[in-house]
Nanobody
Framework: QFQLVESGGGLVQGGGSLRLSCVVSVSILSAKAMAWYRQAPENERELVARITAGGMTDYADSVKGRFTISKSIALNTVYLEMNKLRPEDSGVYYC?????????WGQGTQVTVSS
């Protein structure tokens, strides 16, 4: 089993940028996929971005062209670069990983975008 720890959230003005990080306690070299999800109050958790073992990425339509997911195998870390942030991007952002027979979530990091 393994753990994920997110960081980098905070309060930012609309149009600003944030970079989220998710450190995994084991090697991510063999991770089937890693992803970022978000959940706003009274909303369901939604997929924001995903990156596969081979480095292929896909994004929610609402963040395409603004967000970029990447990973560092050397640092066992996945990142989410968020630009041109909007108030509707606010929520708790969760990192998720599927490694071996297990899938895990992090504890989440709050992102708040003011108008």
């Amino acid at each position: 089993q393994f753990q994920l720890v997110e960081s980098g959230g905070g309060l930012v003005q609309g149009g600003g940028s944030l970079r989220l990080s998710c450190v995994v306690s084991v090697s991510i070299l063999s991770a089937k996929a890693m992803a970022w999800y978000r959940q706003a109050p009274e909303n369901e958790r939604e997929l924001v971005a995903r990156i596969t073992a081979g480095g292929m990425t896909d994004y929610a339509d609402s963040v395409k062209g603004r967000f970029t997911i990447s990973k560092s195998i050397a640092l066992n870390t996945v990142y989410l670069e968020m630009n041109k942030l909007r108030p509707e991007d606010s929520g708790v952002y969760y990192c998720a990983a599927a490694i071996g027979a297990y899938a895990r979530w992090g504890q989440g990091t709050q992102v708040t975008v003011s108008s």
